[in-house]
């Protein structure tokens, strides 16, 4: 059955990774005869200089009538200085809004070839295998007001964080139906002993753990989630938070093993489609030169075929060939260490390439 | 001239840290014949216990007419399950607000005889030293509406970030007045892309900026910020955010080197008594059984000196002999090393004050 994908490159490297994906995307419609539909569509800066908006309606028509989405990153200096509803990140959080993805999956796992680009001591990290559960369409990101405005008449302003019940029991149901299927542990955290919502949050938590006597419930307060990534990232299998504090701690934990370029994200919605992305930025400074890394973004492809379309041979394939070309050597500059060699973007998706031929 | 201190043990091992940071005071008193007056006060759990609240009006008093305060810690799960405005850090949050201790100043620097205890590589976190300032009586802590509702007829909680102007220009100065006498370099963090009250944030930097031209200013996104914590600590001096995230990012920042049994903090008013308090918390599974590290308290007892008394010569000769009993290998079991001496919370005292004696 034929899968219509909308590709949306945006900005920065964006457009360089995402055409690596798709070489390797179209590798593995000819070996395994599938028959991928692919529509290209704008998002982020792009899309703004192109249609004065960074989500255009087009996309967004496109993104729904596709059965998964693969997006490359938005933003850049270039945009910063504009008017809030015409910068690239206003596209990102739109989508979000739009096909309500109301899950963000970010996995950090530890790839032995790569421990020597960790800051963290060989020890604390070896073995590191997490996921972030991060709510994505709610909270402080999306609430109102968010306003400048006076305060006892002096100036000031004000942002709204908020949750519905609801909103928090489905993203902590999805975390734990991930967790039934790893190490049974879900890590919640929140700031109980000074938000209401957190409060609302922890009660909710515990509510949906019920359902799920098979796995463990712990809660913990986000100031020490932030320590622990760090002492002793081992200990979470997986996380699950609210949308501000899901950014910050996934974004701490996808340095710790150094392996940043390599880390693909999921952002998920009751019934679809989904959306793939590297967790990586656009990295303005060094787009076009051909030296980025693509691997995150192949690694999002391979979530994506396995998570949208239950591909789950073609996604391993990918996996192994990513993780067979690491240990042959191959490097990108973000990750490159002592006695490898340094590629290309377009030589690291010739590299996986090859690897994923040699493995069908 | 007298100087009138209120102590506030609190809960866990506070009261044992805090007797030891009273014996190098009283050291410090006789050896330079000062005369300081101390007056003993309780917050947290056990003032709840005593009282039935968590900072009695009693403490309030005592505090406001001392010309200095040391607080060792509070909380315990002993507490846990009381209703919220009986629980220990309500005592916390509530002495901050009387006393209008708007800034919260961090300071993690890197022990070389404790690189050993940190869970990054040596080459990250050599030479660390950066200070996070962060607001501390404003917010999301404090903010209104923060309660349960309905939303859209469904229930629902909401908190409330505010920030006046003002409240953002003193603690942005408080940190360009500290950079200015060390690297001369302020990184405000904030979330510009999403939050107004960040948007303003950001503004106020700017401004505030202009009148130390000598003081370099960089504005990071918050999630940026917990990665470079993690990735190169180095590069940063004084970090200023506000009252959430820099709860998160000091926390992050004091476990890089290990040392977090080692931190002292203080926090400031327009016009004082200032507060003075470790880092660390109350740690309640260890309290009571002469194990917890001292230092940090000792250390904010140095830090009190300084600030609040100008006596530099007295907090540097703690500082002084602090740094000598860790190279001659004493320890607490949490920063225990290979061929160290593992010494209990009275002995390593014990050896701080046979090192001041030496010393001066
Ligand atoms: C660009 C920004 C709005 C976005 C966010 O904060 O969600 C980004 O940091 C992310 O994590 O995807
Ligand atoms: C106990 C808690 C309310 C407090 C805070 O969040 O401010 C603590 O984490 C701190 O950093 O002093």
Same mark, same amino acid.
């Given at each position: 059955?034929?899968?219509?994908?909308?590709?949306?490159?945006?900005?920065?490297?964006? !457009?360089?990774? &995402?055409?690596?994906?798709?070489?390797?995307?179209?590798? *593995? /419609?000819?070996?395994?005869?599938?028959? $991928? @539909? =692919?529509?290209?569509?704008?998002?982020?800066?792009?899309?703004?200089?192109?249609?004065?908006?960074?989500?255009?309606?087009?996309?967004?028509?496109?993104?729904?009538?596709?059965?998964?989405?693969?997006?490359?990153?938005?933003?850049?200096?270039?945009?910063?200085?504009?008017?809030?509803?015409?910068?690239?990140?206003?596209?990102?959080?739109?989508?979000?809004?739009?096909?309500?993805?109301?899950?963000?999956?970010?996995?950090?796992?530890?790839?032995?070839?790569?421990?020597?680009?960790?800051?963290?001591?060989?020890?604390?990290?070896?073995?590191?295998?997490?996921?972030?559960?991060?709510?994505?369409?709610?909270?402080?990101?999306?609430?109102?007001?968010?306003?400048?405005?006076?305060?006892?008449?002096? !100036?000031?302003? &004000?942002?709204?964080?908020?949750?519905?019940?609801?909103? *928090? /029991?489905?993203?902590?149901?999805?975390? $734990? @139906? =991930?967790?039934?299927?790893?190490?049974?542990?879900?890590?919640?955290?929140?700031?109980?002993?000074?938000?209401?919502?957190?409060?609302?949050?922890?009660?909710?938590?515990?509510?949906?753990?019920?359902?799920?006597?098979?796995?463990?419930?712990?809660?913990?307060?986000?100031?020490?989630?932030?320590?622990?990534?760090?002492?002793?990232?081992?200990?979470?299998?997986?996380?699950?938070?609210?949308?501000?504090?899901?950014?910050?701690?996934?974004?701490?934990?996808?340095?710790?093993?150094?392996?940043?370029?390599?880390?693909?994200?999921?952002?998920?919605?009751?019934?679809?489609?989904?959306?793939?992305?590297?967790?990586?930025?656009?990295?303005?400074?060094?787009?076009?030169?051909?030296?980025?890394?693509?691997?995150?973004?192949?690694?999002?492809?391979?979530?994506?075929?396995?998570?949208?379309?239950?591909?789950?041979?073609?996604?391993?394939? =990918?996996?192994?060939?990513?993780?067979?070309?690491?240990?042959?050597?191959?490097?990108?500059?973000?990750?490159?260490?002592?006695?490898?060699?340094?590629?290309?973007?377009?030589?690291?998706?010739?590299?996986?390439?090859?690897?994923?031929?040699?493995?069908?």
């Amino acid at each position: 059955m034929k899968k219509r994908i909308a590709v949306l490159p945006g900005d920065g490297i964006g !457009p360089e990774i &995402v055409a690596g994906a798709m070489k390797i995307l179209q590798t *593995i /419609e000819t070996l395994y005869r599938h028959q $991928f @539909e =692919i529509t290209y569509a704008d998002i982020g800066g792009c899309a703004t200089d192109k249609t004065g908006t960074p989500l255009p309606n087009e996309t967004i028509t496109i993104c729904k009538n596709s059965d998964a989405i693969l997006l490359g990153a938005v933003g850049g200096p270039k945009w910063d200085s504009l008017p809030v509803e015409k910068r690239p990140e206003q596209g990102l959080l739109k989508i979000r809004k739009e096909l309500n993805l109301f899950a963000n999956i970010r996995p950090t796992t530890c790839y032995e070839s790569l421990a020597a680009s960790s800051p963290l001591k060989e020890d604390i990290i070896a073995g590191v295998d997490l996921i972030v559960v991060r709510e994505l369409t709610g909270g402080i990101y999306f609430g109102k007001p968010s306003e400048r405005r006076l305060i006892d008449g002096k !100036p000031g302003a &004000v942002d709204t964080l908020q949750y519905e019940n609801e909103e *928090i /029991e489905r993203v902590v149901e999805k975390a $734990f @139906e =991930i967790a039934k299927t790893r190490s049974k542990k879900v890590t919640s955290v929140d700031k109980a002993n000074v938000l209401e919502t957190s409060r609302v949050w922890r009660e909710i938590a515990s509510q949906v753990a019920e359902k799920y006597p098979d796995v463990i419930l712990e809660h913990m307060l986000v100031d020490n989630a932030a320590m622990q990534l760090v002492r002793n990232p081992k200990q979470f299998d997986v996380i699950v938070t609210e949308n501000m504090f899901g950014d910050i701690l996934s974004d701490e934990a996808s340095v710790l093993t150094g392996s940043l370029g390599m880390l693909a994200s999921s952002s998920l919605s009751a019934g679809g489609p989904y959306l793939y992305e590297p967790i990586h930025g656009s990295a303005p400074d060094i787009a076009g030169e051909n030296i980025a890394n693509p691997l995150a973004t192949i690694l999002s492809v391979s979530m994506m075929l396995r998570l949208s379309f239950q591909m789950e041979n073609e996604a391993t394939i =990918i996996e192994e060939a990513v993780n067979n070309v690491l240990n042959k050597g191959f490097r990108t500059r973000d990750i490159l260490a002592p006695n490898c060699t340094i590629v290309s973007t377009t030589e690291m998706v010739e590299e996986v390439e090859k690897e994923i031929r040699q493995l069908v």
